[in-house]
T-cell receptor, first 115, second 108 residues
Framework: SAVISQKPSRDICQRGTSLTIQCQVD?????MFWYRQQPGQSLTLIAT?????????ESGFVIDKFPISRPNLTFSTLTVSNMSPEDSSIYLC????????????FGAGSRLTVL | AQRVTQPEKLLSVFKGAPVELKCNYS??????LFWYVQYSRQRLQLLLR??SRESIKGFTADLNKGETSFHLKKPFAQEEDSAMYYC??????????FGDGTTLTVKP
């Protein structure tokens, strides 16, 4: 299965600033996703990162707040803009591999704390 | 709309006891269902998927389309099974939905 590297693994940020999280995959994948996992809660899909076009956002998430880039089939970034303490969460990158069955593989996550 | 429900947020059993983590789903098409596990300080990883009908670490899960369930079972729980377990559904279009997760604690 694909190996996913995410960075930073964690960061502490000030309110009002922005942070960009990077996701690097060791093989070309068609579908990449960004999730949020808030403390004690499940994973929530933020958006699908589409290569060469704008990301597809889920309800409740907008491009101005969570701009996403996907310049090629192995790399994506998620920016959390104008952060507030409510954005404190773990952000996860994931890829979908259709090897006989669709399987999601996850990065280790980026733990973000906003003060 | 697709939905995954894990009714138990916390589940505690003694070592050697059987364990069942419940998962119910709602989806109009033919779903692909998975169980993911997250051990302490580790990343989320695939445990098993319905399509392969396999047993991983002694766990099995059978898709019951009539009851729209995909419960995870193990006949004899081990302490190392203590973790967070997520049931997930992936649609034909590749969209994923996760349940809220069940924290399993296996006591010695």
């Amino acid at each position: 299965s694909a190996v996913i590297s995410q960075k930073p693994s964690r960061d502490i940020c000030q309110r009002g600033t922005s942070l960009t999280i990077q996701c690097q995959v060791d093989s070309q994948v068609t579908m990449m996703f960004w999730y949020r996992q808030q403390p004690g809660q499940s994973l929530t899909l933020i958006a699908t990162a589409n290569q060469g076009s704008e990301a597809t956002y889920e309800s409740g998430f907008v491009i101005d707040k969570f701009p996403i880039s996907r310049p090629n089939l192995t790399f994506s970034t998620l920016t959390v803009s104008n952060m507030s303490p409510e954005d404190s969460s773990i952000y996860l990158c994931s890829v979908l591999q259709a090897a006989g069955a669709n399987v999601l593989t996850f990065g280790a996550g980026s733990r973000l704390t906003v003060l | 709309a697709q939905r995954v429900t894990q009714p138990e947020k916390l589940l505690s059993v003694f070592k050697g006891a059987p364990v069942e983590l419940k998962c119910n789903y709602s989806y109009s098409g033919s779903p692909e269902l998975f169980w993911y596990v997250q051990y302490s300080r580790q990343r989320l990883q695939l445990l098993l998927r319905h399509i392969s009908r396999e047993s991983i670490k002694g766990f099995t899960a059978d898709l019951n389309k009539g009851e729209t369930s995909f419960h995870l079972k193990k006949p004899f729980a081990q302490e190392e099974d203590s973790a967070m377990y997520y049931c997930a559904l992936i649609s034909n279009a590749g969209k994923s939905t996760f349940g809220d997760g069940t924290t399993l604690t296996v006591k010695p």
